[in-house]
């Protein structure tokens, strides 16, 4: 059965707002043990940049082994 590509669109989002949320609590612990001066602010577009990256690469690869295990021929 073929994913449609909300659905693929679906599944990416949220698995990227749990790691969104994950990485949040990362980058502030890592932040702390290295003595970075990361406000919350900074924290959050920091996250927001890589989770924007993962969403766009979630949905390429998923469509990529849709098409390929489902391609005619």
Do not use: C, K, P
């Not at 679906?10 to 001066?37: P, R």
């Not at 996250?47 to 082994?65: E, G, K, P, Q």
Request: proline share 0%; hydrophobic share 55%.
């Amino acid at each position: 059965m073929r994913q449609t590509r909300f659905a693929s669109f679906t599944e990416a989002v949220t698995s990227t707002i749990i790691g969104f949320i994950l990485s949040m609590f990362i980058l502030a612990a890592v932040s702390w043990l290295w003595a970075l001066d990361i406000d919350l602010t900074d924290n959050f577009l920091i996250t927001s940049l890589f989770t924007v990256a993962s969403v766009v690469r979630s949905y390429l690869v998923r469509r990529a082994f849709n098409w390929y295990h489902h391609r005619d021929g």
